[in-house]
């Protein structure tokens, strides 16, 4: 468990750049990206007791973006190019990153709402969705400020809702 989540931190560590790059015109997902997926998110912030959270994103071929991220719905989502750079030797870089407004808490039990999130993604070789997620929030603080991170637990594709 203390693997995960040091590989966890290291990933995110990856994915921060992505963060800094929104507001772009979204792009048409390639054709093995659009779809319904379903899975969890291993929790890396050591301040929640939660140590997973359900995911379940719509990707469509417009490159809207709906679905859920623990309690929280995700508005207005859109599917963008991914300009990030991961730090020196650092293998995993995304193609892509979904950005999207949250409408609710991410944690109900814990009171841990945040505004927006991006979530960098790729399809990875066995065709499951791999990334991880941050969201809106600052670098210091109590529960309710903090950036809210974590990452994907490869993601499956479903028939949807």
Known sequence: MM???VATAFLILGFVTAA????RAAVTP???MAGHWEG???VAV???NAKELPVSLTINRDGSVAGKLGDATLKGGHLYPNPGKPPKGFMLQTSFVVEADLDGPLVAAEGI???EVCIPVEVDKEGRLTGAFLTSGSEY???????FSGGLQPLTKGAGH
Request: net charge positive; proline share 4%; hydrophobic share 30%.
């Open 113 to 115: 709402a945040r505004s």
């Open 46 to 48: 050591n301040w929640c």
């Open 40 to 42: 969890k998110a291993d």
């Open 20 to 23: 800094a790059s929104c507001k």
């Open 141 to 147: 603080g109590g529960k309710s400020e903090r950036v």
């Open 3 to 5: 693997i995960r989540r």
């Open 30 to 32: 390639p054709a093995a």
